[in-house]
């Protein structure tokens, strides 16, 4: 999916371009570094664990109001 206008890809490219080739090594390092925590972080989880945290995310974004209900009860069932 390519959302970002033109206009805003090339002036993204003018500010990496302009940093030294240091300084884009280092934030190549950086972003490699960022996904494999996000990647081993997500692998630590059990199926039931990953379930909790995937419906927390899922319904906190809801606009649906739930009862407050004990996480025991919500949790229980995964």
């Known amino acids: 999916m390519q959302d970002t206008p033109k206009h805003i890809i090339q002036k993204q490219r003018e500010i990496i371009h302009a940093k030294s080739p240091d300084e884009r090594f ?45 996480c025991s009860m919500i949790s229980k069932p995964l």
């Open 26 to 70: 280092m934030i190549g390092v950086e972003a490699i570094n960022f996904g494999r925590m996000m990647v081993e972080s997500s692998i630590r989880l059990t199926g039931r664990q990953r379930r909790i945290r995937d419906n927390g995310a899922y319904y906190s974004q809801s606009r649906i109001t739930f009862p407050q209900l004990p």
